[in-house]
């Protein structure tokens, strides 16, 4: 579409989460893919771990990983959804496992609750509004989104974002009626969006 974006644009649930760990002190341990992985490189994540982070991590999200998390949470450690999505659209077009299943298991087997960094928490849309001096007018903002409740329910309803729905990625047939209060629109793609609201 030809936008230009520097990375310092992108306010994404990694921000919050690194954000989260820097206030905090925490020395996490951290199920995410490697180049998620990346963007942590400077925190310490020594162990004892005193917070265990997942995110979207196909390949950590498997049973040595889950239970080398459950010990630390057994230890004391606090348990942080980076975001509970039940499922995301794979590469293959096919819906695949989102975090959301395995952080509710870690929750279930240690009896915590886990903190949400990520959408669809308010907290969330609250410092992503703030990083772009838009706490103040929330209702200026749109949300786009192919999950009705994770990317425009939440903190994005409560907030009053204008939310966009765009039946692409694991956006399924039937979707909207999912919706606890009506969306601004539903959309084809993004660019339709886009053509929608910022006409040349």
């Given at each position: 579409?030809?936008?230009?974006v520097d990375r310092s644009e992108i306010f994404s649930?990694?921000?919050?989460?690194?954000?989260?760990?820097?206030?905090?002190?925490?020395?996490?341990?951290?199920?995410?893919?490697?180049?998620?992985?990346?963007?942590?490189?400077?925190?310490?994540?020594?162990?004892?771990?005193?917070?265990?982070?997942?995110?979207?991590?196909?390949?950590?999200?498997?049973?040595?990983?889950?239970?080398?998390?459950?010990?630390?949470?057994?230890?004391?450690?606090?348990?942080?959804?980076?975001?509970?999505?039940?499922?995301?659209?794979?590469?293959?077009?096919?819906?695949?496992?989102?975090?959301?299943?395995?952080?509710?298991?870690?929750?279930?087997?240690?009896?915590?609750?886990?903190?949400?960094?990520?959408?669809?928490?308010?907290?969330?849309?609250?410092?992503?509004?703030?990083?772009?001096?838009?706490?103040?007018?929330?209702?200026?903002?749109?949300?786009?989104?192919?999950?009705?409740?994770?990317?425009?329910?939440?903190?994005?309803q409560e907030l009053g974002l204008q939310r966009y729905?765009?039946?692409?990625?694991?956006?399924?047939?039937?979707?909207?009626?999912?919706?606890?209060?009506?969306?601004?629109?539903?959309?084809?793609?993004?660019?339709?969006?886009?053509?929608?609201?910022?006409?040349?």
């Amino acid at each position: 579409m030809g936008f230009e974006v520097d990375r310092s644009e992108i306010f994404s649930s990694l921000s919050a989460a690194k954000q989260l760990i820097t206030d905090r002190g925490y020395r996490p341990l951290l199920l995410l893919e490697d180049d998620a992985l990346s963007q942590f490189s400077d925190i310490d994540q020594s162990a004892p771990h005193n917070a265990v982070f997942i995110g979207l991590a196909p390949s950590k999200l498997d049973y040595e990983h889950l239970n080398q998390a459950f010990q630390a949470l057994l230890n004391g450690a606090d348990l942080v959804g980076i975001h509970r999505a039940r499922y995301f659209a794979s590469s293959e077009k096919q819906l695949s496992l989102g975090p959301g299943p395995f952080v509710t298991a870690l929750e279930s087997a240690t009896d915590k609750t886990a903190e949400l960094v990520g959408k669809p928490a308010r907290a969330f849309y609250q410092l992503a509004l703030a990083d772009m001096g838009l706490l103040s007018d929330p209702g200026s903002v749109a949300m786009v989104g192919d999950d009705v409740l994770a990317d425009l329910g939440g903190g994005a309803q409560e907030l009053g974002l204008q939310r966009y729905l765009v039946r692409t990625g694991k956006y399924r047939p039937g979707d909207e009626a999912k919706a606890s209060a009506p969306l601004d629109g539903t959309f084809d793609s993004f660019a339709a969006i886009v053509h929608e609201l910022c006409p040349t």
